[in-house]
């Protein structure tokens, strides 16, 4: 059982960057892909990016601005997200998995609670 828990959300204004965290329990994180999807009030989730356990990414086309990482000493995936826009306001959640990390929510195996995100502008 992997326990993923996101934090670094808030208020940010147009323009500012924040940095999401995804700590995980347990001592098999190193093992796991993981990825962060979003999902606005009202719409359905989607995608944001992807980190496979041997470090490759995956981003979707139109978030150039975000960047993934992890560090397998400390059980932590993180999203830095830069230059935000008011259409960055979302809940964004961790998940994790064994699988061939892809867009598709389905194949995650553990999710967070989700971190809120509001970019004002």
């Known amino acids: 059982q992997v326990q993923l828990v996101e934090s670094g959300g808030g208020l940010v204004q147009a323009g500012g960057s924040l940095r999401l965290s995804c700590s995980t329990s347990g001592r098999t994180f190193s093992t796991y892909n993981m990825a962060w999807f979003r999902q606005a009030l009202g719409k359905e989730r989607e995608f944001v990016a992807a980190?496979?356990?041997?470090?490759?990414r995956y981003y979707d086309s139109e978030k150039g601005r975000f960047t993934i990482s992890r560090d397998n000493r400390r059980n932590t995936a993180y999203l830095q997200m830069n230059s935000l826009k008011p259409e960055d306001t979302a809940v964004y959640y961790c998940a994790a998995t064994r699988e061939v990390p892809t867009k598709s929510g389905a194949v995650y195996e553990y999710w967070g609670q989700g971190t809120q995100v509001t970019v004002s502008s």
């Open positions: 980190i496979s356990w041997d470090d490759t």
